[in-house]
């Protein structure tokens, strides 16, 4: 029951029109959450004005004033906690020119035989000619090679290596109890800045 002025029960009952669209917020999804804990926390409270339009008026103004800081932490504390659990986001891209040589190589044996006879009119069959039982004269020329060589050829290798997560080799309860140590509680700093909005207990 109240005393002096209104409940922000009271109002609610009613149907009153708390306004609490139009002030800045980092994202827009959390505006009904955080307007919800609002009321929800001072729901017993009196207002500390005479008028409900005029609480109302003080209450979105406030929240115009405020706002902006707490956006900032918001934004802010979203970013540590992206990198508590992804601490690592790394882009390596390379670019290697690779030389490979191949080797050729050919094995060759020339042979060159000269045979001169003095007495054409005796018969030299093929067997004879092998043996050269019947030359005048008789030159044999051999000769071995190796030929090699070699070629060059190259080629690019391009890659791209993408390192992304927790590299800090923590398990998850112990990056989940850094953050439950660490991390704000910025709805209800908010709150409690629209303490002086309301009537004081006595």
Sequence with gaps: MAHYTTT?????????????????????THRQALNEK?????????????????????????????????????RKQEILLENAIDNVNLYEDSNRLNSNSLNTSSNTTNRTKNMYQDTPQGKINLS????ETWATNFTDNLSNGNDSSTSTGNNTEDYTRHIHGNNGKKYNIELF???????LNIDLMIINELEDLFMGIY
């Design 8 to 28: 922000i029960k009271t109002l609610i009952d009613n149907g009153f029109d708390f306004g609490l669209q139009s002030y800045p917020i980092y994202n827009e």
């Design 177 to 183: 109890k850094d953050i439950k140590e660490n991390i």
């Design 128 to 131: 004879s000619l092998e043996s």
């Design 38 to 74: 609002i009321l929800n926390h001072y729901y017993m409270n009196e207002i500390g004005f005479e008028t409900a339009n005029l609480f109302k008026f003080y209450l979105n103004n406030k929240m115009n004033e405020i706002m902006p800081y707490y956006n900032d932490l918001y």
